[in-house]
């Protein structure tokens, strides 16, 4: 294992560890030695995500589109374990929606949780990570808005904002130590990607584009996220690092 210390009895807080990216992270984390707290909607399968994580992972029932259920979780954390070392912004809503659909309550749902929720986690986490040593958060983003893919205006537009919001967290945050960083994934094999939208079509294309000939996981993913959590990235701040295979050059 390339961590044997470092993270060992940290607090990390990742948003929708119940499935998909979020719950490799979850997996990472705790496998490293963090105490992980982590939300999600659905009850039934956080706890069985917890359950399947082990006794390091504490589940927290939470609609992040709600600035209340937001506070209610950092509140939980502070009273659980006092600080917060990481803070992983993970949880979003890749619905495809044509731009002749757009509505309002379509803008605010997709706002409310792609990046609002990034903005009101991190200011609700900001005192406990204050109090940690970890310093570090890692916000997810995605490769999608760098390609203009359609039909994901909504979606892209609030996934590019995480770019903004990362950069100006990052300088504000960074001369009391603070590191924040953005990952963006290419298309990664999820169950729920797998289910609902890849086809064998989009794999070959994917192979064909990339410069490594193997699909993306989320297990590809997690080590570059704890990467940024850790001090070997101690001199990285307000960067994007993508995870896609090289597909797309920066
Ligand atoms: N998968 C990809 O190909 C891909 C590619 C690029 C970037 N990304 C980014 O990676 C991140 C994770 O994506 P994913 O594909 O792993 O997602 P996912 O499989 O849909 O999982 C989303 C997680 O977030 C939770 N969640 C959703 N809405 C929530 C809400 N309102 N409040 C609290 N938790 C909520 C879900 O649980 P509940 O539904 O029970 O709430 C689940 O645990 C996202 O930021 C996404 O944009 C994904």
Redo the contacts with the bound molecule.
Sequence with gaps: MMYTTEFTGRVAVV?????????DFCRALCQVGCEVYF????SE??GLAAKSLGRSAHYFQ????APDQIKAFAAHVLESARHVDYLVN?????DRIKFDDLTVEECDRMWN??LRSFLLMSRACLELLRSGQGKSIVN?????YMFGFDPFTIYNAT?SGILGFTRSLARELGPEGMRVNMIS????M?E??LRKYVSEEDKQALLRDQCVKHLIE?KHVSPVMLFLLSSAASAISGQNLVVDGGKYFQ
């Design positions: 948003t929708g560890g119940s499935e998909g990216i979020g719950y939300c999600s909607r659905s399968k956080g939470a609609d992040l589109a993970n949880a979003a809503n890749d949780l792609n997810i983003s995605t490769t999608n996934k994934p290419g298309w990664i999820t729920k990607q989320a």
